[in-house]
C-alpha cells in the first residue's frame, strides 16, 4: 500500500546531539511537511517542501533543517536538540496541484517520537 | 489571520450514540477547504472529512457528517453510532485555495464509553 513511512518510531538522543529522523513516501506526492506536535496540543508546521522549494516557518528556530534529495525522501535535522525538542514529529504529503482539480488532503506518517535526556 | 478554533477540549459519548464536535474558524478568504482529521492513541493522523467552501451541500462519510455554516464560520463534525474505535483525538483545520498549508485547531479528545 502506498504511505508515508517515518523512521525510527521512537528516538532517543542527548541533550546537544545531533539527530537525523527520515520521512519517506510512495505516494509521489510534490509536496512533503514536518509538524512538531506536544503533548495534546495540536500539529505545528515546521517546514514543508514544494518538490525541491524549501519553505520555511517564520517562527521555526534555526536549530531546525531539512533536506529532501528525492521526491521520496525528507529528513529533518535537529543540530543541537533541547529538553523543549521532545516531542512527535509528523511528516505528511500531499499532491500540492496548483490546479486544485480536488481537494488537497494530507497524508500523515505515523510520526517519531523525540526523547532529549 | 485565519485561525481555527475548537472549544470543547474533551466530549465523552455512550457507544451507538450520536455525538457533535464544534469547529469555528475566521478567515476573510471566500474560497478554502475544511477538514476533520482523527488522530487515535499512537496512531497516525488519517482524515475523516473535508468540505469544499463553495459546496452547499454538508459533506458525509458514512457515519460521519459536518454541519457546514459558512455565513457563521462554523464546522462541526456529527459522528452517529459511536464505535468504540472512534475514541480519538479530532483536529479541526483549514487551507486556502492558494497555500498547500494546514491550520488546525486546538483538537477535542473524544472518550467513548461503553
Known amino acids: 500500500d502506498a504511505m508515508v513511512i517515518q523512521n525510527p518510531r521512537y528516538q532517543v538522543t542527548q541533550f546537544g546531539k545531533p539527530v537525523t529522523l527520515s520521512c519517506s513516501q510512495t505516494?509521489?506526492?510534490?509536496?512533503m511537511y514536518w509538524y512538531q506536535q506536544k503533548s495534546s496540543q495540536a500539529p505545528k508546521l515546521l517546514f514543508h517542501?514544494?518538490?525541491?522549494?524549501?519553505?520555511n516557518e517564520a517562527d521555526t528556530p534555526d536549530n531546525f533543517q531539512s533536506r529532501r534529495p528525492n521526491t521520496s525522501f525528507c529528513f529533518l535535522d535537529i543540530r543541537s536538540p533541547g529538553l523543549g525538542d521532545a516531542a512527535m514529529y509528523l511528516c505528511?504529503?500531499?499532491?500540492?496541484?496548483?490546479?486544485?482539480?480536488?481537494?488537497?488532503?494530507?497524508?500523515f506518517g505515523p510520526g517519531t517520537r523525540l526523547t532529549v535526556l | 489571520a485565519q485561525t481555527v478554533t475548537q472549544s470543547q477540549p474533551e466530549m465523552s459519548v455512550q457507544e451507538a450514540e450520536t455525538v457533535t464536535l464544534s469547529c469555528t474558524y475566521d478567515?476573510?478568504?471566500?474560497?478554502?477547504?475544511l477538514f476533520w482529521y482523527k488522530q487515535p492513541p499512537s496512531r497516525q493522523m488519517i482524515l475523516v472529512i473535508r468540505?469544499?467552501?463553495?459546496?452547499?451541500q454538508n459533506a458525509t462519510e458514512n457515519r460521519f457528517s459536518v454541519n457546514f455554516q459558512k455565513a457563521a464560520k462554523s464546522f462541526s463534525l456529527k459522528i452517529s453510532d459511536s464505535q468504540l474505535g472512534d475514541a480519538a483525538m479530532y483536529f479541526c483545520?483549514?487551507?486556502?485555495?492558494?497555500?498547500?498549508?494546514?491550520?488546525f485547531g486546538t483538537g477535542t479528545r473524544l472518550q467513548v464509553f461503553p
Open positions: 505528511a504529503t500531499s499532491t500540492g496541484l496548483a490546479a486544485r482539480a480536488s481537494t488537497d488532503t494530507q497524508y
Open positions: 505516494l509521489n506526492h510534490n509536496v
Open positions: 517542501y514544494y518538490d525541491k522549494d524549501f519553505n
Open positions: 478567515t476573510s478568504e471566500s474560497d478554502y477547504y
Open positions: 468540505q469544499e467552501a463553495y459546496k452547499q
Open positions: 483545520a483549514y487551507s486556502t485555495y492558494n497555500t498547500d498549508k494546514l491550520i
